[in-house]
């Protein structure tokens, strides 16, 4: 059972390394960089500022402290078909569990120890701690995240019977009591609290588990959302076949429908706009970039930046609406219907030239409320104009006729 | 004659699967396409609906070739397909509709015959439902609502009987048979061969790609006189002969 978890977890790291690499590419490291950098300086200025013994600063290192023991979720790694193929070998499970809590250890306590390492500039100077007390509140802090891994493992088993402990609230409240006594009573107390709680609890599911059946539905729920969690941020950055966009019936969009009339010729139309807003991929795509392109745009200032931006932005949703065309190739009825593959074509390039507008407009909207300048305005309509009349009208058939030209 | 498919050569690779298969469907009939799993009846289907293009040989419908005029050989064809396939982002309703739109049909006519088709398959009250809420079976029944809704020529029906509920299948039956006395023709896979024999007018027995004989069932009975005298035995003859 160990050795199923080790081949599983070298499988599961060969994948996530894959995806980081595309996540981690020279541009984003860039940019991260930057960001970092940014928040380091403006942490940096806030410290200079602070003077000790002031009421609110225990409270914000609370609340940074109880929220980070959450993160680090108990990683298990099963799988759907484990239930079945799985179910003879029950109570060896429990190797494989512990062996999952070994590993979802480490990643936890990682982020435990940098969030304090962070944190610490921050307690010395605004609650004047030492060194030692930093540290063991570190400690106590690793202590904490221990036992509620142990819990998390507990409720893979039916310990508290068929009704399911309220854990969620179990594992917030003992986190704001450890972590509170740290901070208002003393360091040292808060470690003897967590050092108590995780044996206890140690104890207590020793004695528990043997006899308890494991949860497996609700475990192999609780590790697809978790392994959907992280697959929806790769997601951001390149295409994970795991995710697949669901559909939403969005009855209350319907109203952007009734302009396209039930026409031959606009067979496709109708339903690329129906796919396009009720489906989660490609929405989801345009929807991000556009308020993303419209925060940006809010903040700067000046004469070209905000022109160049906006084009920047209503190119890169143009160019990745294009794989959309191809949406519906695996339904037959797409190539049985008896519709003209240039009404298709005509279609798609109309939904495209609808989208890019609207989000055309909206940017330009934005940069007219930013610079209250004629100039830049008039200059950014145009530029926004022409770009997606090309986009739409040119550069979008002119790519999907050589994409099919290229498959043929 | 309402299709015709003469000494096609054709499949998904370079390798064919058809190996010069010929025969035809005439207006008002149905024949019934039988053979065993991979004998090439769905490689067939996928020839006569244009998704496949053959490497040698002709499939015309009432004259007109998918080359010559796609728009108006495909104008004539209705497809149900074995596995259900829907648009997910659809409605049945927006189904029906897009049928109509891509059939060119007149909006008003159409949904009479469609809530007629509709209460027949029991699917009346699911107008707003989106294909994920569908079973099976009721995906299929939507196919079978879309393609009836066509004034097709030629409807081809991939393995209809598998997965309806007697009730649908009797329904589906009583279609086919309406449709044939309009003079439409229909081509039809399946493996209930009892069912086929009873309401096939004729068969092309297909086996490894080739066209192993075809006729009414008489005529196959009186081409194999010691198989027997169901399509069964007929079929399970053959295909011995050709293990042995």
Partial sequence: ?408 | MALEVSHVVGGYSQIPVLKDISFDVKDGELVGLIGLNGAGKSTTINHVIGLLTPHKGKISLNGVTIDQDSQAYKQQIAYIPETPVLYQELTLREHLEMTMMAYDLDQEKAWVTAHDLLKTFRLDNKLDWFPANFSKGMKQKVMIVCAFLTQAKLFIIDEPFLGLDPLAVNDLLNLIEARKKTGASILMSTHVLDTAQRYCDRFVLLHDGQVKTEGTLSELQAALPEAGESLNDIYLSMTKVDRA
């Fill in chain 1, 1 to 408: 059972m160990k050795d199923l978890f080790k081949n599983r977890l070298q499988r599961h790291l060969r994948e996530m390394a894959k995806y980081l690499r595309l996540v981690f590419n020279d541009f984003f490291v860039f940019a991260l960089l930057f960001f970092m950098g940014g928040l380091g300086l403006g942490y940096s200025n806030i410290l200079k500022s602070l003077k000790p013994g002031l009421w609110w600063a225990p409270v914000v290192a609370l609340l940074v402290l109880v929220i980070v023991a959450q993160i680090g979720r108990f990683a298990t790694l099963i799988e759907d078909a484990d239930r079945v193929f799985l179910l003879p070998k029950e109570r060896a499970m429990h190797d494989y569990f512990v062996a999952a809590r070994r590993y979802s250890q480490f990643l936890a306590q990682c982020t435990q120890v940098i969030t304090l390492f962070i944190l610490a500039p921050f307690l010395s100077v605004a609650l004047h701690w030492t060194v030692a007390q930093i540290l063991i509140l570190a400690v106590a802090q690793i202590v904490l995240k221990d036992s509620l891994l142990r819990l998390d493992l507990a409720s893979a088993y039916q310990v508290t019977g068929q009704r399911r402990m309220n854990q969620w609230g179990f594992k917030w409240l003992l986190a704001i009591i450890v972590i509170a006594t740290g901070l208002w009573v003393t360091p040292y107390v808060a470690l003897v609290l967590a050092l108590v709680v995780d044996g206890a609890v140690a104890v207590w599911f020793q004695q528990h588990w043997q006899k308890q059946q494991i949860r497996w539905r609700e475990q192999i729920k609780l590790e697809d959302n978790r392994m959907l969690g992280i697959y929806r941020f790769f997601n951001l950055f390149t295409e994970v076949p795991m995710v697949s966009g669901t559909i939403k019936r969005r009855r209350y969009l319907d109203w952007l429908f009734t302009g396209i009339k039930p026409k031959h010729s606009q067979t496709y139309l109708y339903l690329f706009s129906r796919g396009m807003v009720r489906g989660t991929d490609f929405s989801g795509l345009v929807v991000r970039l556009t308020v993303i392109g419209m925060l940006l745009l809010y903040f700067v200032r000046g004469q070209w930046l905000p022109v160049f931006l906006a084009a920047l932005f209503i190119y890169l949703i143009g160019f990745q609406l294009l794989p959309f065309f191809q949406q519906y190739d695996d339904v037959v009825f797409t190539h049985v219907y008896p519709v003209l593959p240039e009404f298709r074509l005509k279609s798609f390039v109309k939904l495209v030239t609808l989208i890019l507008s609207t989000t055309a407009l909206l940017l330009w909207v934005v940069v007219v409320i930013a610079n209250r300048q004629l100039e830049t305005a008039g200059i950014t309509l145009l530029v926004e104009a022409v770009e997606v009349w090309y986009l739409a009208r040119i550069y979008t058939p002119q790519r999907l006729a050589r994409a099919d030209k290229n498959k043929a």
